[in-house]
């Protein structure tokens, strides 16, 4: 059976692809930001706790990596805090970007028909399928 709309199965099909590769960046990088938020948390709260300290210029100390917050022998400067806000800014952007990618592929879709906008990406194919056919019967009564 050939597509009553030429292309339209190869445009679907490489924007699910497209789609569901965007859809695993967001989660991937929703995950990193939601990691370092945590991270910046803990060590704000130590900062806050050590407020107190004789020295104010001498930076808290934590193992970042672990992300538990317990001090070890490497401080952390302002400058290497500033490095890793510009990095939630940086992923908080990039979330943005494709988020909005998503978006203009969702808004392709309903521009071959907008009666599939909002369907899940697993009922596209059934809806598809449905306008097709659709199309086909009101064809073969021309």
């Known amino acids: 059976m050939t597509s009553p709309i030429p292309g339209a199965k190869e445009k679907i099909s490489s924007l699910q692809s497209h789609f569901n590769q965007l859809t695993a960046s967001i989660a991937r990088y929703e995950t990193r930001v939601s990691k370092h938020t945590t991270q910046l948390a803990n060590m704000n709260r130590r900062v806050d706790a050590n407020a107190d300290d004789d020295d104010p210029?001498?930076?808290?100390?934590?193992?970042?990596?672990?992300?538990?917050?317990?001090?070890?022998?490497?401080?952390?400067?302002?400058?290497?805090?500033?490095?890793?806000?510009?990095?939630?800014?940086?992923?908080?952007?990039?979330k943005q970007a494709l988020e909005e990618r998503v978006s203009g592929m969702e808004r392709d879709l309903g521009?071959?028909?907008?009666?599939?906008?909002?369907?899940?990406?697993?009922?596209?194919?059934?809806?598809?399928?449905?306008?097709?056919?659709?199309?086909?019967?009101?064809?073969?009564?021309?």
């Open 57 to 94: 210029s001498q930076g808290a100390s934590f193992d970042v990596a672990a992300g538990d917050g317990r001090p070890n022998e490497t401080p952390i400067t302002a400058e290497q805090l500033e490095r890793e806000e510009q990095e939630i800014r940086d992923l908080e952007r990039k």
């Open 111 to 142: 521009d071959i028909n907008p009666g599939i906008r909002g369907y899940p990406t697993v009922d596209l194919v059934m809806a598809v399928r449905s306008i097709w056919t659709k199309i086909a019967f009101e064809n073969s009564r021309s």
